[in-house]
């Protein structure tokens, strides 16, 4: 049973606009969210983070929402640039825990 | 942001014979390591998670005599694959949270192993 779900496996966009990855999960204790990016054969990337008890967090050109009601959260990259393309992971943290849960990724895909 | 390595980068080994796996955090001092596997086109699975001087805690159908962890030192885990198989052939990757608490973890690059 997947707890933390990443229903589009792929995104493509266009290089200046916004790409939005989207993340849900089912489990309610979960109060930690982090995203990832990842490339090939490497190991992931920590982008950012955000605690339960916000709905927002933003770091330069990444932004990461967090709609506790609808166990959903979105993390948007504006302006895309074509390095931006790789494999992001979303995972949660359940409190009191150090386990991450990870999606199973979107490959994001910025066109120039 | 902290920096976790990890070696080999790649391995090549035969059927039977045993692999060891370095991850080190290299400029922070790491309380938890934890193990992935990664198969292709699928999520990161956590296989295991050691905390330094004590026994690692294998998740469910982890073989623990298979996969020997070991968290001698708040900046070194190693994870040693005990006579491998093709079927253990992976992605492996470590990854490190720190002392100064938190829950976020750093990843180390990844091992490629691949048992002919």
């Known amino acids: 049973d997947q707890q933390v779900k990443q229903n589009s496996p792929s995104l493509s966009v266009q290089e200046g606009r916004i790409s939005i990855l989207n993340c849900d999960y089912t489990?309610?204790?979960?109060?930690?969210f982090l995203w990832y990016k990842k490339y090939p054969a490497e190991g992931p990337t920590f982008l950012i983070s955000i605690s339960s008890i916000k709905d927002k967090n933003e770091d330069g050109r990444f932004t990461v929402f967090l709609n506790k009601s609808a166990k959903h959260l979105s993390l948007h990259i504006v302006p895309s640039q074509p390095g931006d393309s790789a494999v992001y992971f979303c995972?949660?943290?359940?409190?009191?825990?150090?386990?991450?849960?990870f999606g199973k990724g979107t490959k994001l895909t910025v066109n120039p | 942001g902290a920096v976790v390595s990890q070696h080999p980068s790649r391995v090549i080994c035969k059927s039977g014979t045993s692999v060891k796996i370095e991850c080190r955090s290299l400029?922070?001092?790491?309380?938890?390591m934890f193990w992935y596997r990664q198969f292709p086109k699928q999520s990161l699975m956590l296989m295991a998670t050691s905390n330094e001087g004590s026994k690692a805690t294998y998740e469910q159908g982890v073989e623990k005599d298979k996969f020997l962890i070991n968290h001698a030192s708040l900046t070194l885990s190693t994870l040693t694959v005990t006579s491998a198989h093709p079927e253990d052939s992976s992605f492996y990757i470590c990854?490190?949270?720190?002392?100064?608490?938190?829950?976020?973890?750093?990843f180390g690059p990844g091992t490629r192993l691949t048992v002919l």
């Open positions: 995972a949660a943290v359940e409190g009191g825990s150090e386990k991450l849960v």
């Open positions: 990854s490190a949270s720190g002392t100064s608490g938190g829950d976020t973890q750093y």
């Open positions: 489990n309610s204790m979960f109060d930690y």
């Open positions: 400029d922070f001092q790491a309380t938890t």
